[in-house]
Nanobody, 125 residues
Framework: QVQLVESGGGLVQAGGSLRLSCAASGRTFSSYNMGWFRQAPGKEREFVAA????????SYADSVKGRFTISRDNAKNTGFLQMNSLKPEDTAVYYC??????????????????WGQGTQVTVSS
């Protein structure tokens, strides 16, 4: 199993930045592809970004492309989501997730095996 713990959320003004971290423990983090999802009140969980196990390939939702950057440090068993130019519509609980299989598309939540508990991000206008 892999245990995931997110941190770095908080309250920020529109236009500001936050960096989320996802600390992994348990089985070898470097063998898992990683994704970030978010869920706003009353809405379904949606894909934000994903990165393959070696960090070679990344993908983003159109809504965050150019503003968010996903990365990972396998030596530290940690993944990151750098969020810049934040907007009020980015307000949500952000979750990191780990996927053991290999896909062409990591945007589907059902493809992930392990999830963290989430961290709240609130962007004020």
């Amino acid at each position: 199993q892999v245990q995931l713990v997110e941190s770095g959320g908080g309250l920020v003004q529109a236009g500001g930045s936050l960096r989320l971290s996802c600390a992994a423990s348990g089985r070898t983090f470097s063998s898992y592809n990683m994704g970030w999802f978010r869920q706003a009140p009353g809405k379904e969980r949606e894909f934000v970004a994903a990165i393959t196990w070696g960090g070679i390939s990344t993908s983003y939702a159109d809504s965050v492309k150019g503003r968010f950057t996903i990365s990972r440090d396998n030596a530290k068993n940690t993944g990151f989501l750098q969020m810049n130019s934040l907007k009020p519509e980015d307000t949500a609980v952000y979750y990191c997730a780990a996927c053991s299989a290999y896909y062409a598309n990591y945007a589907l939540a059902s493809r992930y095996d392990y999830w963290g508990q989430g961290t709240q991000v609130t962007v004020s206008s």
